[in-house]
């Protein structure tokens, strides 16, 4: 389904900024027994609303099929339990809520967020979709509904918890598609001076970082603070508490009031607002300029690749996330990769969307002695390089593509590559 609206503010005035490659949904990767079926691929279109600013594709794919077959479940590394920790002890330092009132956490996962919240004293009550995450919360004593979160549920959950003096919600509102509904819900379950809290990816570090490949089906929104205080206002709330923070390439943290609430707005909106303007963001010009980067760094990689195979090299891909999709369509890698490997044990023996490349362990490297192993999870360049210094003293080399094309053999890794 294609809308013709803005998903915030549902003016028509919408501009295409950046056209991706069709992939199938990013996430499905599939077994064996069904590499011989075609997959369903879906436009990658970024349009950014002329009248609020919010980047958006505006091809939503049915929820059945971006979800359905796969049940995910976010594994908690270390950091992420230390982030959630200060998360929590930041909120409750900065909105001071009644003592043991209600915190809900939507997309609780395994309940992390909300133990923390539990150890500081505050009724918890989590909300997630994917089965094997809730049944890991409930049997960890963080009461959790295995369903997803929308006005009905709410209304339920009020009725028999009670209001919450905080809503919790990490990357999660990009993925919705009818958020005003999903904000008539949060209000329903709100107190009076309650807040609603988030995290999100954050349009400027897209822009400033080139993340393409966070753009895949599943995350719908690309936010600006600008977008979101006009939003919310619309909605009957007030945008009162906004930073930028470092999780998953960069994000920023949101708090949200109900309007005539006691609190006093931060003077950090505005701040983010004005850097927000300054950078422009909200121009189509700068997003010319990224595809414009996209195409010459396709053309680079294209011709070197190329000329590698017809030396008969090998050649791996290292990553195989949702992002990764989008990079294989986007970079026209499938043909001049062998294979893919990756560390995440859910993904081996697996086939990539679409293109049907195999998935192996990162291991493998060493039994397949591939000549040169492309890092697609580029944010992780420096730690993949580190755990494989074995591959390059053995005479393979490592090739970055993003931010820029480099080489990585044994040799320099002596020197500069890795400090
Ligand atoms: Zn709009």
């Known amino acids: 389904m294609r809308r013709s609206d803005c998903r915030l503010c549902h003016f028509k005035d919408l501009e295409l900024i950046l056209k991706f490659i069709p992939t199938p949904v990013g996430d499905s990767y599939v077994p064996v027994e069904k590499i011989h079926q075609k997959q369903e691929e879906f436009p990658l279109e ?36 230390e982030h959630f920790n200060r998360y929590a002890k930041e909120v409750l ?84 598609d009818d958020l005003p509904s999903f904000i008539r819900g949060i209000r329903t379950l709100l ?93 189509p010009a700068i997003y010319r300029e990224i595809s414009q980067e996209v195409e010459e760094w396709k053309a680079q990689l294209s011709a070197w690749l190329t000329d590698m195979k017809s030396q008969g090299k090998k050649v791996a891909g290292y990553g195989a996330s949702v992002g990764v999709t989008t990079l294989l369509y986007l970079f026209d890698l499938a043909d001049k990769l062998d294979y893919i490997v990756d560390d995440n044990p859910a993904r081996y023996n697996l086939y990539t969307p679409g293109h049907h490349l195999p998935v192996f362990s990162s291991d493998e490297i060493y039994k397949r002695n591939p000549d040169y192993v492309l890092i697609l999870a580029w944010r992780y360049n420096e730690p993949i390089i580190k755990r494989h210094k074995k591959f390059l003293n053995e005479g393979g080399q490592f090739i970055l593509f993003l931010p820029k094309l480099e080489i990585v053999s044994g040799a320099q890794l002596n020197q500069d590559a890795v400090k």
Do not use: W
């Open 191 to 283: 107190s009076a001076d309650g807040c609603f809290v988030f995290e999100t990816g954050y349009m400027v570090d897209f822009v400033q970082g080139k993340l393409i490949d966070t753009i895949y089906h599943e995350h719908l929104s690309y936010f600006t603070v600008s977008c979101m205080e006009k939003f919310f206002r619309e909605q009957g709330m007030e945008l009162i508490y906004a930073e930028h923070i470092p999780t998953k390439g960069g994000s920023f943290r949101v708090i949200v009031q109900l309007k005539g609430g006691k609190r006093n707005v931060s003077p950090m909106v505005q701040q983010m607002i004005q850097q927000e303007n300054k950078i422009g963001v909200g121009d």
């Open 93 to 176: 330092d900065y909105l001071k809520p009644a003592q043991a009132s209600l915190v809900i956490d939507i997309g609780s996962n395994d309940g992390t967020l909300l133990k923390a919240f539990k150890r500081q004293g505050m009724k918890v009550l989590g909300i997630d979709p994917a089965p094997e995450a809730s049944k890991s919360a409930n049997a960890a004593g963080i009461e959790t509904l295995n369903d997803y979160f929308r006005e009905e549920l709410a209304r339920q959950i009020y009725e028999q918890h009670g209001p919450a003096s905080i809503i919790t919600a990490n990357n999660v509102i990009a993925n919705i």
């Open 46 to 81: 970024l349009f950014l609303c002329k009248t609020c600013g919010c980047a958006q594709l505006l091809d939503v794919v049915n929820p059945k099929i971006l979800y359905g077959n796969y049940i995910y479940q976010t594994s908690i590394s270390l950091g992420l339990v």
